[in-house]
């Protein structure tokens, strides 16, 4: 469904809303203008209704999440089914049977597909659960260092790997680093994404690397695609140096660019993969998964892990995921957006797509003039110079074109 406007946007409930949570929400959270934001209420495919009943089209996915459509009627279904019969289990201690087939499911998806045609017998791999992209980012961290023995890692410019203390420490933007300086534990080096760069890293560093972090296209940092060579140079330069390779694949994995993960468009097999946001469809569930040589370095539990939250595995994101990714098998959705990547204006791979603009303010203005013609998009690039488009992965053929002549108009 196209866009259809009520009243003018924000209208006058999302701008009450707006006061009133500027009143009890840290202020530092939610930005609030006087065009800014308006108040989702209700969504369905790349439909959004706000507060004030407007109809928008959405061309984020909100944060790349809703990849098979917003209130996916199956995973709508799967999490209703589920929360009639558990919404909670103990996550490490009495799990529920959905944490072993969502397991299951992402290691076939993942090390079970890439090691099918190797020379390994029984590609096997394992999952650590987690509640939000950062937090699998600190596990993925946390196995390099049990399983190499090094702390230090490498990471490169314009990269964005979350916000908590250990992911932030990856993460690349001073924006978000410079006021939390003094407490980061220091372990990454940032490079520019060359060989020589990385070699240097590796040559230089004293206390050791012991893996390499990469986002296989940026996503944040602006939806910048790689040059073909870069991440088949990483694995090798990796495994010289007998460090792991983390592909954080919390934006781009489940069919985003077109492939089941992006690591796939360059046929490299990371030693461990973090994944997220489409995973559920909206259930704050993450994972890293890895290698099991890789994964066993972890010591097994004697009743104490010795990394777990509570809510991990969470039987309603569990269910959620599992209907999600049964979804993406269903509609092909690898397939399905790598044939109609083309109608996405920009940049990118897939449904992953960034317009390049002059600065951060013309692209702020953009974002501004789509909102009031009913199209969300964001912008991004630690510059704000990117208008990044990532819809549901379901958009239809009329959606993407109305999108496209909107956003030529909006940029004019
Ligand atoms: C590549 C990447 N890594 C990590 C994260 C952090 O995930 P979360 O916001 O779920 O903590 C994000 C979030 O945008 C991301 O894009």
Redesign the pocket.
Known sequence: MLPLLRTRVPGPLSRVLARQLRQHECWNTTFVSPDWPIFWERARGSNVWDADGNRFLDLTAA??VASVGHSNPRVTTAARRQLGKLAHAMGDVHPNELKVRLANELSALTFGRWLAKSEIRNPKSKILFSN??????EAALKTAMLATGKPGVIAFTG??????YG?LDA?AWNYFRAPFHPQLPGFTVHVAPTESAVRAAFEQSKRGIGAVIV?PVL??GGVVVPPPEFLPMLRRVCNEHGALLIA?????GFCRTGRWFAVEHWGVVPDLI?V??AMSNGF?I?ACIGRSDVMDAWPESTGEALHTSTHLGNPLGCAMALAAIGEMKRLKLDDRTRRLQDRLPGRGLGFMKGVKLPDAAVCHRVVQRLLRRGIIALGGSERGNVLTLTPPLTISEKELRFATEEISCAMR
């Open positions: 944060f790349g939000s992209g950062s937090e699998a980012v990269t964005y790997h979350g916000l908590t992911a993460t986002e996503g944040r954080d694949e919390i934006f781009t973090c997220g946001k704050p993450a």
